[in-house]
């Protein structure tokens, strides 16, 4: 159930759950128009490559929507109404296979027919530029042939969660997002978007899991794990609390315990050449996240004057987020970053956290 509440009235009004087709809301002409304008809804920004995808050999079948993430993995969005049927995860399957293959330039070029539809005129070079903009991983060469499916439904059926619970098992990248609709009035209907699967609350222990082994990765990934670990650990001996497993990717994120606000050290630059230590806001409303860190904009000559820094708060950043940071010019993992990276992102929590405890 949904509940609202009025500051004029001091009342509470319940709206209960909908169906999408008793609105005549239909897949295609609906649900995948606000996926593709809003992908956020999906929880994580993606970019859109193309709706409609019918370019596989030898059939006829065609995809919703084709994407990519910040990692540079492709990424297949399969669409469901308001039941996902019994076999969503084979069709999803089928499109990853099929789409296993694909270049950087067979996406880049997808992106640019996607582009010319929408009245942006572009070459194939300067599509592919900007998918390796939207790119946040330091380590991408190529596309991964591993691509990640993302299952959207209202409902999903019990043989399509268990199918879902034992592919992950074997390393599949496939996640199932739940769209509940609500009827708020004739004209109106809100709705909340949830993973399913993985359980958020468990979904670091499944991620870890489903990792590979340490001597599995690339020597950049194997140095992002054990740098950010000893960060974690030298942090963990001035702010005794939990903190995450470190992973093979360039950032490291420490949650705040506002949902879709985490403090965060990244590396920044191809080849990497900065290094920040920051607050993210990283929600879905973009006006929300702009809110929150002007709200704390009263902190910025506070926060200069302890860590020695100039801070930047940034309203507009990857299309939807906002950010607040400090930043040191240096791309190698030395003992005197380590020291900056830990003391400055300590002064950070100090004086932030308990103005974001009481968002809680």
């Known amino acids: 159930m949904l509940f609202t509440y009025s500051k004029n009235s001091k009342k509470i009004s319940l709206y209960k759950e909908t169906d999408l087709k ?3 809301i239909l897949e295609r002409q609906d649900i ?3 996926v593709e304008n809003y992908p956020d809804i ?10 409609e995808y019918d370019k596989f050999d030898k059939t006829d079948e065609r995809l919703d929507l084709l994407a990519i993430d910040r990692n540079g993995n492709i990424v297949i969005v399969e669409l469901k109404r308001d039941d996902s049927g019994k076999t969503v995860e084979l069709q999803a399957i089928k499109y990853a296979a099929y789409c296993s293959n694909l270049t950087l330039e067979d996406v880049a070029e997808l992106y640019r027919q996607y ?31 591993k691509p990640r499916i993302i299952l959207v439904s209202k409902e999903f059926r019990p043989e399509v969660a268990s199918a879902v619970v034992w592919l992950r098992k074997f390393n599949v990248n496939i996640i199932c997002v ?16 949830n ?33 950010y670990k000893d960060l974690s650990a030298r942090l963990n001996a001035k702010i005794p609390r939990q903190y995450p497993k470190s992973l093979p990717q360039s950032w490291y994120q420490i949650s705040t315990g506002v949902g879709g606000v985490h403090f965060e050290w990244a590396f920044h630059g191809r080849p990497r050449d900065s290094f920040e230590v920051g607050l993210h806001f990283e929600k879905g409303d973009k006006a ?10 009263k ?32 791309g190698s993992m030395t003992e005197e970053l380590k020291k900056w990276a830990v003391d400055k992102l300590e002064i950070l929590y100090k004086i932030l956290q308990p103005e974001l405890n009481k968002i809680k």
């Open 22 to 24: 008793s609105h005549n």
């Open 42 to 51: 999906l929880g994580e920004e993606l970019l859109i490559l193309s709706t």
């Open 299 to 330: 902190f910025k000559s506070e926060i200069e004057q302890k860590t020695g820094e100039k801070v930047v708060f940034q309203k507009d950043w990857n299309r939807h987020w906002s950010r607040l940071y400090i930043e040191k010019q240096e």
């Open 178 to 193: 739940k769209l509940t609709p609500y009827s708020i009035d004739k004209d109106t209907i809100a709705f909340e978007s």
């Open 288 to 297: 929300l996240n702009s809110e929150m860190m002007v709200s704390l904009e």
């Open 115 to 145: 582009l010319e539809k929408k009245g942006v005129v572009c070459n194939i070079e300067e599509a592919g530029n900007k998918i390796v903009d939207f790119i946040e991983n330091e380590d991408f060469e190529e596309l991964s042939d």
């Open 32 to 34: 995948e128009k606000w």
């Open 195 to 227: 993973i399913l699967i993985p359980v958020p609350e468990v979904e670091e222990i499944v991620v870890g899991a489903e990792r590979k082994e340490i001597n599995e990765l690339t020597l950049t990934q194997q140095e992002y794990v054990k740098f």
